[in-house]
């Protein structure tokens, strides 16, 4: 889980500690913010889901800014992701 303040981000990465190739998948709340994946932008608002599977499960990726003043909800960004770490 990841809570960013307005204006916090997440900077460019794999996820690459999960010994499993199974999908990743993560959760938005609260203020939007641009997700980078592959060099592309996405808008992730709340409630949106983002699932990393298949060729997309190492591909690098990361957060811009959360947005101030886009949410009623929090006064930031929360980030719930799930993922299987052990290999099966
Ligand atoms: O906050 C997000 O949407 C992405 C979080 C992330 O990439 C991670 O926790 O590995
Ligand atoms: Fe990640």
Redesign the pocket.
């Known amino acids: 889980m990841?809570f960013?303040p307005p204006g916090k981000g997440?900077g460019q990465?794999v996820?690459a500690e999960e010994e499993s190739e199974n999908a990743v998948v993560?959760l938005?709340f609260g203020q939007d913010?641009i997700?980078r994946i592959a060099g592309r932008d996405t808008l992730?608002l709340s409630g949106d889901v983002?699932v990393f599977g298949g060729p997309a499960r190492r591909a690098k990726?990361?957060?811009l800014g959360a947005r101030k003043g886009t949410s009623d909800l929090l006064d930031g960004?929360l980030?719930i992701?799930m993922r299987q770490m052990e290999g099966s």
């Open positions: 990841n960013y997440m990465h996820d993560s938005s913010a997700f992730l983002v990726h990361g957060v960004r980030n992701t």
